[in-house]
């Protein structure tokens, strides 16, 4: 790869929070695309459009705002599609986390067999009918597994296979969504799993049972909502006990080593929620994590970087010693 073009998705179909379209916006307002220029040469293809929210003629039974949700995945697929990734590293910058659907859908166009580290608070595997809440963001790995249909989703031709997902992170899961982990025997790796076997660890395990021949590329989802209530503010659902910050930095890195990490989704960050001060802090979070992954999957290799200071100061914070 010699590149990383950046893509902004406002997709805020998914859930009822209209602040997750903004975040492509304060992201760059903050510096994101000089930082990773600092990296590699770093192209902002900009944004997919996607029209407001309105308020649903009809409402749907199972899924809000789905006639959006079904449109603005299919759009992002199939921008996707069409763009060469063949020398690329692929950023794509959210909008909430449904949009998964579209971009997991049309990375799969460019690298069929693509690996998925899932890295999230939550499963997003509910069907519409196993969902409690109809939103969108909780669904969109039960479509990209071909287990729900939809009318408005009826453009969806590609499947991600089971084997082929891992969950990174997860500790607030529905009971619908316990059942089709099981049934479908999908690698799932709580934080208390990752502080028990450790993040390096958990990793290495579970990229060797999705491939073991270790030839796949990997797309990382990172919703940021994986972080601990205690490390970010502004995301629309926060969980407490999440991995430590330096179990998902690990994570990041080791994915980088591989070589084959190719793309990521940046979701779920929400500059509406928590005051100035926090909101600042989680921007800078989320703008270190991915400064680190990115600087990895380029150094790969040659010298590493020391650990980000803001990470140095938590560590010693006391919270996690
Ligand atoms: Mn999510």
Redesign the pocket.
């Known amino acids: 790869m010699k590149d990383i073009k950046v893509i902004g998705i406002p997709f805020d179909f998914g859930q009822d929070h209209i602040g997750v379209r903004l975040a492509p916006h304060v992201l760059r307002e903050a510096n994101l695309i000089p930082r990773l220029q600092n990296i590699v040469k770093t192209e902002d293809l900009g944004d997919i459009i996607f029209p407001f929210k309105l308020v649903e003629a009809k409402k749907d039974k199972y899924i809000k705002h789905s006639l959006g949700a079904g449109l603005g995945t299919k759009a992002i697929s199939d921008r996707l599609e069409e763009e060469d990734l063949s020398k690329s590293f692929l950023l794509n910058v959210g909008g909430?986390?449904g949009l998964?659907l579209g971009t997991i859908h049309g990375l799969l166009s460019h690298h069929p067999e693509s690996v998925v580290v899932?890295a999230?608070?939550?499963g997003?595997i509910n069907t519409p009918e196993t969902s409690p809440s109809g939103n969108f963001?909780?669904m969109?790995l039960a479509f990209l597994l071909g287990l729900s249909q939809h009318p408005h989703f009826g453009w969806i031709r590609r499947k991600l296979l089971p084997n082929k997902l891992i969950f990174f992170g997860p500790r607030d899961l529905d009971e619908g969504e316990k059942d089709i982990i099981a049934r479908h025997n999908i690698q799932y790796y709580s934080s208390e799993d990752i502080n028990r076997l450790g993040a390096k660890e958990v990793i290495e395990m579970a990229l060797h049972k999705a491939d073991p021949f270790g030839i796949c590329p990997i797309h990382l989802?990172f919703?940021v909502?994986?972080f601990d209530q205690m490390d970010i503010d502004s995301t629309g659902?926060k969980v407490p006990y999440g991995p430590k910050l330096e179990e998902l930095f690990l994570m990041g890195g080791v994915l980088a080593e591989t070589g084959r990490l190719k793309s990521m989704d940046l979701?779920?960050l929400n500059p509406q929620i928590g005051d100035a001060a926090s909101v600042e802090r989680s921007i800078a979070l989320v703008l270190e994590f991915v400064e680190a992954t990115l600087g990895q999957v380029f150094h790969a290799g040659k010298e590493k970087k020391p650990m980000p200071a803001m990470l140095e100061a938590r560590t010693t914070s006391g919270r996690y010693l």
């Open positions: 909430d986390h998964g899932w999230d608070a939550h997003d963001h909780g969109p989802s919703d909502d994986v659902t979701v779920e």
